[in-house]
Each structure stands twice: as structure tokens, then as C-alpha cells.
């Protein structure tokens, strides 16, 4: 005789209301930030193939599409520069430029929508004819750390100046959380958030992104800044360091292969925890769902539901658009 079963769990899943009643994670459109890139122009509208539905606006396109992100309930942004060739430099000098592409556009969106949240780039290989996030030595090809952090205090400040709410500092030079966070208080910028990355992996998953700016490196990989994926712990010094360091937030990068190190990072800090789903993530899922292979809308909204399950108290996402129609509907 087959033995009855007391426990029922899905007594807990009989009906769309009760399932909705006992559901432990819920996404939401103010959970997203969006990132967006900028090129230079005017009324410039073009796809990054690499990642469909994706595009690189001018600044004035780009006031448009922000308009109507913000009518779907989005309010913070994270804007990327394609800056010109002929503008890097290999002290990324470009980047500290209130004339240039990136600082005027932040400021330009300020003023169109002063209530949106802006959360800007700190990291050199936009700017950079070498295409790293630091100095390279021109004899060793070493990336200097500590030379890095003057060039890359500056870039904050600038764009504090511009009118960035956050800066995300994405270099992973060592100390300079506590570097930036100096120079933007010596100079009255005590409201400017941080939002470090603290744990970027260096990830075969960015391909896309480099693709969007043309911001890949020129010579060799980022294996000796960006952390080993095969690391988990260390994820966990870098947080300890970065709380040490001032930082009001703190970011996972990428985040689908990493929903570990976001748990992780969730349980040992009680600041806000982030999360990047990036290029090659979205990227993926376009290319299966333009394949038939997967649902596009349930496997977006799906993989968004795991970042946030996983302990992410804001994503960064290429869907961010996207999702926030799929839940206007409802």
C-alpha cells in the first residue's frame, strides 16, 4: 500500500492568487538600472550587432530615450562612451574633459531630468589608446596601480562636477575607493555616492560591451586587476576592503555565472548589493530566442528573477527597458 503523503507543498501552488500570496521574490522597475551608450553626432541612432535592440545614441537621442524610459517607471541610468580614437591618450586625459562627449551629456540629462539618478564610469580604458583601466608601464606593459588612482580621481570628480549621483569606480585598482572618496569630499562633493565594483571578474562575458565602445585592450588581458573566476573568497576581501574604503554600495560583476558571489556578498555586508548582468548574458538570450531556442520574455524575466533571488537589491540590465514593460502589463 502506497503510503499517503502529509506534507503537501503543493497545496502552496494551487492557484495563480495563492502562488502570488507565498512568493518570495519580486522584481520591480525601480529595481533596475540601465545602462546606455553614447557616440557622438547628432541624431545618431545605431545597433550594437552583437547585441540586438541595443543602440548608441547621441546626446540628443539619448534625451529622448531616457524620456521615455522614465515614462515606463525607470529612474536611473548608467551611461558608457564610444569616445573617438583620435581622442585616447595613454593618460585617458579625455576623461576629465567638461567639453567632452561624456561629462557634457551627463550634465545635459541632468538638466532634462533632474529627478533621475545618474551613476557614471570610473575607468580609464574608455579614454585610453591602450585600452586598459590603468596606466600600462611602456616598457613592462604593467598596469601601475597607484599612478592609475590620480587619473582616475580626477575622472570623479569631473563627473561629480557634471552631475553624477553615483560614481561606479570599475577599474579594480587596489585602494582606490578610499582615493576617490577623498578627493570628491575635499572638494564638497560629500552627497556623491559610490558604488564600487567590487568583485569584477574577468569574464569572457564582456565581449559585447567592448564591442559597443571599442574599449577592448590593445595588448594582453585585465587577468592581473580583474579577479579569477575560479575565486570565491576573495570576492569577500575585496568587500572588506571596499566597506573599509568608504564605499555606500558595492556591485557584482557579471552576475548570472556568479549568483554565488551575490548570495555571498548579500550574507557578510548590510550595504546595498548590486548586480551587472552584462553584454554576454543578454546577448545570449537575444540569440537563442532569435533562434526559437528559449522564450525571450520568460527566460528575461527569469534570469532577472535569479539575480534578484540570489540577494542583488538593484540589477543592472540591458533588459532594463524591456522588463519594465513586461511588468507594466502586469
Known sequence: MALIPTHRPRRNRKSEVIRELVQETNLATHDFIYPLFLTEGQNQLVEVKSMPGIFRYSADRIIDEIGVCVELGIKAFAPFPQIKEELKDHLARESANPDGLYLRTVADIKRHFPEVVLMTDV????????????????????????????????????????????????????????????????????????????????????????????????????????????????????????????????????????????????????????AYNVSGEYAMIKAAAQNGWVDGERTMMEVLLSIKRAGADAILTYFAKEAAQVLRRG
Open 123 to 274: 575607468a580609464m580604458d574608455p579614454y585610453s589608446s591602450d585600452g586598459h583601466d590603468g596606466i600600462v608601464d611602456a616598457e613592462s606593459g604593467e598596469i601601475l596601480n597607484d599612478a592609475s588612482l590620480e587619473i582616475l580621481g580626477q575622472m570623479a570628480l569631473a563627473q561629480a562636477r557634471a552631475g553624477a549621483d553615483i560614481i561606479g569606480p570599475s577599474d579594480m585598482m587596489d585602494g582606490r575607493v578610499a582615493f576617490i572618496r577623498d578627493v570628491l569630499d575635499r572638494n564638497a562633493f560629500q552627497q556623491v555616492s559610490i558604488m564600487s565594483y567590487t568583485a569584477k571578474y574577468a569574464s569572457a562575458f564582456y565581449g559585447p560591451f567592448r564591442d559597443a565602445l571599442g574599449s577592448a585592450p590593445k595588448k594582453g588581458d585585465k587577468k592581473t586587476y580583474q579577479m579569477n573566476p575560479a575565486n570565491r573568497r576573495e570576492a569577500l576581501r575585496e568587500l572588506a576592503l571596499d566597506e573599509q574604503e568608504g564605499a555606500d554600495m558595492v556591485m557584482i560583476k557579471p552576475a548570472l555565472s556568479y549568483l554565488d558571489i551575490i548570495r555571498e556578498v548579500r550574507n557578510a555586508t548590510t550595504l546595498p548589493v548590486t
